[in-house]
């Protein structure tokens, strides 16, 4: 095992660009692949990605729509999908990528693509809501915070992906989840693809300090990785004892150094899915039922408040940004990022070495490590006010091909791999964090309502009884539920 790991780790090193090794041998090791969780499964082949994406066609070439404008509503300031001018050619790779592929698809396409309203989601959620139920038509689609657009599903404005023309979810640019996980009864109507850049770097991993590490002794982790043995417990025996006091309080604080610095924030519903135990699934029938309830659900929620304040060598950290902070200072060997953190400009100028870690796996059992993506990314979805349905189809269609053709490999192989990364093992470990990717149903449709946020809230208030707390959730949650597959029923 050990030399056929360290066969896999000295390729990486002399060919930075084949990631045939991944494939072949680190998920023989390590993972068993479930094509349903399975995002962007074509980021992961050997050679040059971006000349190997140019040679795909997209089967797009005969149209022209003679000017016509594919007018888009985004939250916040419309960054998903336009760039500010004044933010291109400034050196961030990923602004300038958006910029290049909506110059393709408009020059492709004959079209112009327009921002047609931004704001904060809960302006945005009004706007949309009032547009549409008007019967206006005034915009074709919709790239958005996924709570948002989860309720506004339940008010019925948005058309079934499956009724839009030249869309395919079988080519490499959606999500592979939108046809599975996120399909019910032969419908979807919030769809996830390249499109939606932040599903990359809103996705959750660890980051840890190599040279902490190797001062404690803790190892080779990207061998525990890749043998599979990276577990929960394997983490907390490393972690559960060390603690400095170092601003010599005699009380635990921000001033001190720990094991991990790990906050009851967004960062720890990462937990549901890396223990694979996910909030929805269909039953034999298709019909998406709440699966959260499993024989270890308990355990893996004592678990975890142990964790987070019952052992020593862990940190709670107040928000988000607190953990990154503390760990740049060199307080914590390990701590939760967004992969989004590591182009941000405090690790790019981090002085000591650091590595990136997938969540660890509930047990040795388990056969995947599972990566959450935080509730900040967007998806896809189109007004029912919507007229042309050819023309936004070949239009969203052209924006996922281009972003998975442009955008995506920047960010995973320009800007993540050979920019940021500091070493071959944390590129290979990146793989595994990205290919394993789990959109949830019950996260993606919970619009604040169900137990997607579970971990978070049940650490951040201390609650320790999940059958407690699955009660009490239970009614809105069921609401939710009941009012998504009503609008999906609805579509006919």
């Given at each position: 095992?050990?030399?056929?790991?360290?066969?896999?780790?000295?390729?990486?090193?002399?060919?930075?660009?084949?990631?045939?090794?991944?494939?072949?041998?680190?998920?023989?090791?390590?993972?068993?692949?479930?094509?349903?969780?399975?995002?962007?499964?074509?980021?992961?082949?050997?050679?040059?990605?971006?000349?190997?994406?140019?040679?795909?066609?997209?089967?797009?070439?005969?149209?022209?729509?003679?000017?016509?404008?594919?007018?888009?509503?985004?939250?916040?300031?419309?960054?998903?999908?336009?760039?500010?001018?004044?933010?291109?050619?400034?050196?961030?790779?990923?602004?300038?990528?958006?910029?290049?592929?909506?110059?393709?698809?408009?020059?492709?396409?004959?079209?112009?693509?327009?921002?047609?309203?931004?704001?904060?989601?809960?302006?945005?959620?009004?706007?949309?809501?009032k547009s549409i139920l008007s019967?206006?038509?005034?915009?074709?689609?919709?790239?958005?915070?996924?709570?948002?657009?989860?309720?506004?599903?339940?008010?019925?404005?948005?058309?079934?992906?499956?009724?839009?023309?030249?869309?395919?979810?079988?080519?490499?640019?959606?999500?592979?989840?939108?046809?599975?996980?996120?399909?019910?009864?032969?419908?979807?109507?919030?769809?996830?693809?390249?499109?939606?850049?932040?599903?990359?770097?809103?996705?959750?991993?660890?980051?840890?300090?190599?040279?902490?590490?190797?001062?404690?002794?803790?190892?080779?982790?990207?061998?525990?990785?890749?043998?599979?043995?990276?577990?929960?417990?394997?983490?907390?025996?490393?972690l559960k004892d060390i603690y400095?006091?170092?601003?010599?309080?005699?009380?635990?604080?921000?001033?001190?150094?720990?094991?991990?610095?790990?906050?009851?924030?967004?960062?720890?519903?990462?937990?549901?899915?890396?223990?694979?135990?996910?909030?929805?699934?269909?039953?034999?029938?298709?019909?998406?039922?709440?699966?959260?309830?499993?024989?270890?659900?308990?355990?893996?929620?004592?678990?975890?408040?142990?964790?987070?304040?019952?052992?020593?060598?862990?940190?709670?950290?107040?928000?988000?940004?607190?953990?990154?902070?503390?760990?740049?200072?060199?307080?914590?060997?390990?701590?939760?990022?967004?992969?989004?953190?590591?182009?941000?400009?405090?690790?790019?100028?981090?002085?000591?070495?650091?590595?990136?870690?997938?969540?660890?796996?509930?047990?040795?059992?388990?056969?995947?490590?599972?990566?959450?993506?935080?509730?900040?990314?967007?998806?896809?979805?189109?007004?029912?006010?919507?007229?042309?349905?050819?023309?936004?189809?070949?239009?969203?269609?052209?924006?996922?091909?281009?972003?998975?053709?442009?955008?995506?490999?920047?960010?995973?192989?320009?800007?993540?791999?050979t920019r940021y990364l500091r070493?071959?093992?944390?590129?290979?470990?990146?793989?595994?964090?990205?290919?394993?990717?789990?959109?949830?149903?019950?996260?993606?449709?919970?619009?604040?309502?169900?137990?997607?946020?579970?971990?978070?809230?049940?650490?951040?208030?201390?609650?320790?009884?999940?059958?407690?707390?699955?009660?009490?959730?239970?009614?809105?949650?069921?609401?939710?539920?009941?009012?998504?597959?009503?609008?999906?029923?609805?579509?006919?």
């Amino acid at each position: 095992m050990k030399r056929l790991t360290a066969l896999i780790l000295a390729c990486v090193m002399l060919l930075s660009c084949i990631m045939l090794t991944l494939t072949s041998c680190g998920e023989e090791e390590t993972t068993t692949k479930k094509p349903t969780n399975n995002n962007n499964e074509a980021v992961f082949q050997e050679g040059d990605i971006f000349a190997e994406r140019a040679a795909t066609d997209d089967g797009l070439d005969e149209y022209d729509f003679e000017g016509k404008t594919l007018r888009v509503v985004c939250h916040n300031d419309g960054y998903e999908m336009f760039p500010a001018e004044a933010d291109i050619n400034k050196g961030d790779l990923v602004k300038d990528a958006k910029a290049t592929r909506n110059e393709a698809v408009e020059a492709k396409l004959n079209c112009n693509l327009e921002l047609a309203y931004a704001a904060d989601i809960n302006t945005m959620s009004e706007y949309v809501s009032k547009s549409i139920l008007s019967g206006t038509d005034e915009f074709d689609l919709i790239v958005a915070h996924v709570m948002t657009c989860a309720n506004l599903t339940t008010k019925n404005l948005f058309l079934n992906w499956y009724d839009i023309p030249h869309v395919d979810f079988s080519k490499p640019w959606w999500a592979a989840s939108t046809s599975t996980e996120l399909t019910y009864d032969g419908k979807c109507i919030l769809a996830i693809s390249d499109i939606n850049v932040n599903s990359i770097t809103s996705t959750c991993a660890l980051v840890f300090n190599k040279n902490l590490a190797a001062a404690y002794d803790l190892g080779n982790l990207y061998e525990l990785v890749l043998d599979g043995k990276w577990t929960y417990d394997a983490m907390y025996d490393m972690l559960k004892d060390i603690y400095v006091d170092s601003d010599g309080s005699g009380t635990r604080s921000n001033g001190d150094f720990y094991g991990g610095l790990f906050g009851a924030n967004s960062k720890a519903n990462a937990w549901l899915w890396a223990f694979d135990n996910p909030i929805i699934q269909k039953d034999e029938e298709g019909v998406p039922q709440f699966s959260i309830k499993t024989d270890k659900i308990n355990n893996i929620m004592q678990t975890l408040f142990d964790f987070y304040y019952n052992t020593t060598g862990i940190g709670a950290s107040e928000d988000d940004t607190e953990e990154i902070y503390l760990f740049l200072n060199k307080q914590s060997i390990i701590t939760p990022i967004f992969l989004g953190s590591v182009m941000a400009n405090g690790l790019r100028n981090f002085e000591d070495d650091y590595g990136i870690l997938p969540y660890p796996k509930w047990d040795e059992h388990q056969k995947n490590y599972y990566s959450h993506v935080y509730g900040e990314h967007t998806v896809s979805c189109v007004p029912k006010t919507a007229k042309d349905l050819e023309f936004i189809g070949v239009c969203t269609e052209a924006l996922a091909y281009e972003s998975w053709k442009t955008i995506t490999p920047t960010i995973y192989e320009t800007a993540l791999k050979t920019r940021y990364l500091r070493d071959s093992e944390s590129k290979v470990v990146l793989d595994i964090i990205l290919d394993y990717r789990y959109f949830d149903f019950g996260f993606i449709y919970d619009g604040f309502h169900g137990y997607g946020y579970t971990v978070n809230n049940m650490i951040d208030q201390k609650i320790e009884n999940f059958e407690s707390f699955y009660a009490k959730k239970y009614p809105n949650a069921r609401v939710q539920l009941k009012k998504v597959l009503r609008a999906f029923d609805k579509l006919g």
